[in-house]
């Protein structure tokens, strides 16, 4: 990675910042270490050149973004510091590679479920691609991308909910707790921070909103009904839909993220409506929501309260803050009593009846609508579990919903503002659903005829003719009803004379905002906000409006729209509702926190242009002038996953920054089969075509570089990286397959070192073993490196020196007679320490299924098991295996061509001739002691004539190199003083003279077998008897 660092140090020289691709500020820390180390002093000559300002640097094992510096120490330090008993403080400095700014709880939670999301999404994409539709051929995949980003917003949306109630939280306990000095300065240093993480996941919440709306497929696309008016496809934008498709959605996002939210469950707003008269009702001077939510054109706060939730389509809300009028509780108390309606009774059972069965997209704000587009797609699966499972014998609570179906205009359903949805058939079902469950939980019976699971008189996908046809009856009633032709009187005249902002109010339900209301009756209100206007366009005057037309009745809005608002950013919103994809990606990484080195919003930049690329929105390459063309999806890719790393390293769960930038990166990081010709003499004649294997190199090396940076804590952590990564070894990807044995080369080392400097030799075996298996097995087959590189090396080592203790421990015991007790039993408890620690590691080898075929031949593996079995076999008193594994440790044969080049050697290595020879020279001794006097006839030998002259080849080539034969020259170079002494001549003569001994007897106890006479070929290379003889009188060599 790039990183910028400097010194703080200004006796030392200056330093200087190396570039490495990009620049990245990092913050520094200094940390105090101990320090047993000799530090030599530097260079003093004048003529040298300066000295470095610091002595080492290396990446901090236990964190991923961590770079640590250990400067040299000044001149007086120096002395100090050769001490080797005394412990010194030196300065540490820590610099980060990128800029990362930590990841809370709930962005964390947030950012693991975006990726389960994902990772589930393409889990399930190759059924999608198999059911495709059989009338216009395409997959129905580019609805998979719009689920997915409906599960990225679901996470988002819960994750800003948390943060709210965590801050109010802390509110009311700083509130409480009181406090000063600098207390208060860092927590709000803190509130800051927490509100600016908050503001730019809204932004990030809001951009993906709308970019879903009008970028990504429609759910419908995936229906494949032929009576609709227009047929959605899925490769075509969804600003090519009917008209009014996008109506409902849009009416959803202003409502979402451009209004102020419900404030009727305040308790200031509770306060009014609890008044006696709430419509004259005004707020103390001190009071926040009243003065600045609820503040407009009128000067009671009620009506203007009333005004907002008109102009939002809230209706269901506006009847509930009209029925705290005091007209209308006198007379429901009056038609309580048995009395009749008064007219303003009847005006408020008419305005009852307008505003709970209007029409209008996107629902009237109840409690069965989907606000916010989540909840039907959120809640269908649980929804229709529930209704399976049900069993009558629910707890009763809540209050009785009442009947949602009631009809309250002729033509008009009180469900007709499913009519704007995308699929109004699907979402008229769950609205019944949620009833039937609410019915269940108040004790309510479930009539057939009021909720009826699943209407058929619902269109099963948006129709518009349909939809209009509801909602013109819907305004023709209300114009009836309220603002009748002719100067007549209607039912709500009486309310009107008595309350005139009330006709002012209702007027805009006909799609008419009077002057007063444009403008501002208020100097401090300001009259209403570009989103407000554009609201009442859609929902009252233009329902039909057509998509491509949205994004002009917005700029038109906005400039009648009072406040004059953010310009760039309502530019910003234009762009992308004009179908500017590449808008998305660039205010998301510049306003939204992608560049920033916040996790999450780098995170959410990323997959949302994963999803633009995906929806085919978007093209993944930029060409750039003079340069290679520039991939985004990757840099962004690589972006997200510094920022993640660094994020995480900064509050120390580097573990979990690791694993969620590696499963960031993996799906993009796969190499790509494409088809070229052959490049043949007879392509001409041929149309095969052969498969190219693609790979993204900047992905890969940013997995490599993760893994390479990451010191595992814990064997299921390396493991668990290692499974994530298995698949894209396997796919050929050498980059990842060297981090990943790099990954369990410090596994190996770790257990190399654990209790207290005792190894624990199986584990340590084991992990060796997995980096070997990464190497040898998960590679294909044109790509493995048999048996790998720094795993191997550790492999070998440790098989071959376990054998060499081992080997020296069982010569030492053959050839020596101890003395003392003590000095045998010291010899025979190092001899089982040592025979332990090979059974270890032989243990760790044979357990390990998948690995050993692949070591069948592997000489330091097999040399380790022959050298087990000699010691278990001494043990036991079995000469014969004894000897039997000796020849086959010294025999020579020819080993692989493919692994060893065909070379001719040994088990054992030259190194060890020697020791093994001192074994078979006791065995042959002793074996001689024990049979002194007996008859010839009746002499046995451990070893075969074949085992003998196997002794006797390895017994010349050792007497060779110690100078012992006559026939043998002197090596160059050496003085006389190197000569062999009197002893070990005399040593190697008396060895000689009992492998002679051993011929004798194995000439006698050892004569050709049937197997020979028949001329069949023996086991383990056995040969005849004449041709040994041959062999062992031939010339030496």
């Known amino acids: 990675g790039g990183f910028s660092f400097g010194t703080n140090d200004n006796n030392t020289a200056a330093a200087t910042t190396p570039s490495f691709g990009f620049s990245s500020g990092g913050a520094t820390s200094t940390t105090n270490i101990n320090s047993n180390a000799n530090l030599d002093a530097g260079p003093s000559s004048s003529s040298s050149p300066p000295p470095p300002s610091v002595r080492a640097l290396a990446w901090d094992p236990t964190g991923t973004a961590s770079l640590s510096l250990c400067p040299l120490p000044a001149s007086s330090e120096i002395g100090r510091c050769g001490n080797k008993g005394e412990k010194n403080n030196a300065n540490l400095d820590v610099f980060l590679s990128h800029d990362g700014t930590g990841c809370p709880t709930e962005e964390t939670e947030c950012l693991l479920r975006c990726l389960d999301a994902r990772e589930e999404w393409i889990a399930n994409a190759p059924r999608q691609r198999q059911q495709q539709s059989p009338r216009r051929g395409g997959p129905i995949a580019g609805v998979g991308v719009t689920k997915l980003s409906m599960d990225y917003r679901a996470a988002m949306c819960e994750c800003l909910m948390r943060l709210q109630e ?21 927590m709000k240093d803190d509130d800051e921070e927490r509100n600016n993480n908050m503001e730019l996941l809204s932004l990030t919440y809001a951009i993906s ?19 609709h008016d227009q047929t959605f496809d899925a490769s075509s934008s969804r600003l090519d839909g009917p008209a009014g498709s996008l109506t409902a959605d849009t009416v959803r996002y202003l409502r979402l993220h451009h209004s102020a939210g419900s404030v009727l469950d305040s308790p200031e707003v509770v ?29 009671h706060p009620y009506w203007n309260l009333l005004l907002t939730l008109i102009v939002q389509g809230q209706l269901s809300d506006a009847w509930n803050l009209l029925s705290y009028h005091s007209a209308c509780r006198h007379a429901e108390d009056e038609a309580g009593d048995g009395g009749e309606l008064s007219p303003e009774g009847q005006g408020f059972a008419a305005l009852r009846a307008l505003l709970m069965s209007a029409p209008i997209p996107a629902g009237r704000g109840d409690a069965y609508c989907d606000d916010a587009g989540l909840d039907d797609y959120l809640e269908e699966e649980s929804l229709e579990q529930v209704e399976d499972e049900n069993d009558g014998e629910e707890k009763v609570y809540g209050e009785d919903p009442g009947d949602i179906n009631q009809l309250w205009i002729d033509g008009v359903p009180p469900n007709s503002y499913l009519l704007w949805e995308s699929l109004p058939r699907r979402a ?36 518009p003719r349909v939809a209009m046809n509801a909602f013109r009856i819907w305004q023709e009633t209300i114009r009836v009803t309220a603002f009748p032709s002719g100067g007549g009187r209607g039912v709500l005249s009486a309310l009107f004379q008595r309350f005139p902002p009330l006709p002012q109010i209702l007027s805009i339900l006909l799609g008419t905002i009077p002057h007063s209301i444009v403008a501002g009756g208020n100097a401090t209100s300001g009259g209403l906000t570009w989103s407000q206007v554009l609201l009442v366009e859609l929902l009252y005057a233009r329902p039909e409006m057509m998509p491509e037309d949205i994004a002009t009745r917005a700029r038109v809005a906005m400039s009648k729209g009072s406040g004059g608002g953010n310009r ?9 509702m004009n179908g500017g994809a590449g808008q998305v990606v660039e205010t998301m990484f510049s306003l939204c926190g992608g560049s920033s080195g916040a996790a999450l919003p780098a995170t959410m930049t990323s997959l949302l242009c994963n999803l633009l690329v995906d929806a085919g929105c ?45 499963r960031l ?36 090396a940013m997995i490599a570089e993760a893994l390479s940076h990451r010191l595992p804590s814990t064997d299921a952590e390396a493991r668990d990286l290692l499974e994530l990564c298995e698949g894209m070894v396997r796919l050929g990807s050498l980059l990842i397959a060297d981090a990943c044995e790099s990954l369990a080369f410090s596994r190996a080392l770790h257990h190399n070192r654990s209790n207290s400097g005792n190894s624990n030799f199986t584990r340590e075996v084991y992990w060796l073993l997995r980096g070997m298996e990464v190497q040898s097995c998960w590679l294909p087959e044109q790509r493995r490196r048999t048996l790998g590189f720094a795993c191997r090396r550790r492999f070998d080592s440790l098989c071959e020196g376990s054998a060499k203790d081992l080997i020296a421990m069982l010569s030492v015991a053959a050839i020596t007679n101890f003395s003392k007790t003590s000095e045998k039993e010291k010899h025979e408890k190092e001899l089982s320490s040592a025979l332990q620690a090979a059974e270890d590691i032989l243990e760790g080898v044979l357990q390990d299924e998948a690995m050993v075929p692949v070591l069948k031949g592997h000489l330091e593996a097999n040399l380790l098991q022959y050298t087990v079995d000699i010691a278990l076999a001494d ?122 001994k051993g011929l004798m007897r194995a000439f006698v106890s050892h004569g050709p077998s049937t197997a020979v006479k028949k001329g069949i070929k023996k086991r383990d290379g056995e040969v005849s008897m004449d041709e040994e003889l041959e062999l062992l009188l031939s010339p030496c060599i």
Not at 166 to 186: E, P, Y
Not at 895 to 906: I, P
Request: include cysteine.
């Open 166 to 186: 965590k801050a109010q939280t802390n509110c009311v306990g700083n509130n409480n707790n009181g406090g000063s000095g600098g207390g208060d300065a860092v």
């Open 209 to 227: 909103h709308l970019a879903e709306i009008f970028l990504l497929p429609s759910l419908a696309s995936a229906m494949d009904s032929g009576f």
């Open 665 to 700: 990166l993996l799906p993009n990081a796969p190499p790509k089969q494409v088809h070229r010709a052959r490049s043949t003499a007879d392509n001409a004649e041929s149309n095969d075509m052969e498969d190219d294997i693609i790979y993204e190199p900047r992905i890969a």
């Open 271 to 299: 306060d009014m409506l609890e008044s006696d008269q709430p419509e004259y009702y005004q707020f103390p001077p001190s009071s926040i929501t009243g003065n600045s939510i609820l503040a407009g054109p009128y000067d």
């Open 428 to 463: 008229d079902k769950l609205r019944t659903l949620r009833y039937r469950r609410d019915l269940r939980h108040c004790g309510g019976r479930i009539d057939d005829e009021g909720a009826e699971l699943e209407s058929y008189m619902v269109p099963e996908v948006y129709q």
């Open 568 to 576: 760039p950013f309502q530019e910003i919103i234009l762009s992308i």
């Open 618 to 662: 978007i093209s993944a390459q930029k060409d750039v002038p003079a340069s290679p063309p520039l991939n985004i999806q990757a840099e962004l890719l690589v972006l997200a996953a510094e920022s993640i790393l660094s994020s995480f390293s900064v509050q120390e769960q580097s573990d979990v920054g690791v694993r969620t930038a590696i």
């Open 875 to 996: 043990a036991k008193g079995d000469t014969v295996r004894v000897a039997a594994d000796i020849v086959h440790c010294l025999e020579e044969r020819c080993l692989s061509e493919g692994d060893h080049g065909g070379v001719v050697s040994t088990l054992a290595d030259p190194k060890l001739y020697p020791e093994f020879l001192c074994i078979a020279f006791a065995l042959l001794v002793k074996e001689d002691s024990s049979q002194y006097g007996r008859p010839m006839e009746f002499a046995s030998c451990a070893f075969t004539v074949h085992g003998i002259h196997i002794l006797m080849a390895r017994l010349t080539q050792v007497l060779s190199w110690e100078g012992i034969l006559c026939s043998s020259p002197r090596p160059l170079g050496a003085s006389p003083s190197n000569r062999p002494s009197l002893s070990k001549k005399e040593y190697f003569s008396a060895m000689r003279l009992a492998f002679s």
